[in-house]
């Protein structure tokens, strides 16, 4: 099965298809971009501690916005996973209003093209799921949807 992938080979052109066609060599970089997926679905078998543990080491020299690492890392399983994920969960669907975040994620006033792209993605991601984008409301619940279906497997 070929992979179908958009590149830009020229300024102006814009061939779909797998990667080869464009004739440019790519760099390591291009060749993780392109590669790269968000998983939305996970299989019922357990993940090794030792592949959770690679993860996470490499993952700690991801880039972020400004390099400010906006994050910390634990690694829970069985009960106290159970719990923090019901708790996160109950949280989201009784007291999100509450929540005030400690990093902003976008800049207050998103300059364009940047605010017309982000605000055409939410239109096609919500629109495709058959949500308007001024129903926060379902937007929420399909966000509580997204955290129960996307538990990984590794307990």
């Known amino acids: ?13 814009t061939l779909i298809g797998p990667s080869e066609e464009c004739g440019a060599a790519q760099s390591p970089i291009d060749e993780i971009m392109t590669r790269r997926i968000a998983c939305r679905d996970f299989c019922d ?11 996470l080491h ?29 708790a996160l969960l109950n949280a989201h669907e009784t007291c ?4 005030v975040s400690e990093y902003k994620y976008y800049a207050s006033e998103l300059p364009d093209p940047y605010l017309k792209r982000r605000q055409e993605f939410g239109r096609l991601f919500y629109g495709s799921l058959g949500i308007r ?11 509580a949807k997204n955290t129960r279906s996307s538990e990984p497997p590794w307990d």
């Open 58 to 86: 490499v993952a700690r020299f991801a880039p972020s916005g400004a390099n400010i690492q906006p994050w910390h890392v634990y690694v829970l399983s069985g009960a106290a996973k159970a719990n923090v994920s019901a």
């Open 133 to 143: 984008q001024a129903d926060a409301e379902a937007r929420s619940r399909q966000t």
């Open 45 to 55: 078998a357990p993940v090794p501690r030792r592949t959770i543990e690679q993860i």
């Open 96 to 99: 999100r209003d509450e929540h």
């Open 1 to 13: 099965m070929s992979v179908i992938r958009a590149r830009k080979c020229g300024p102006e052109e």
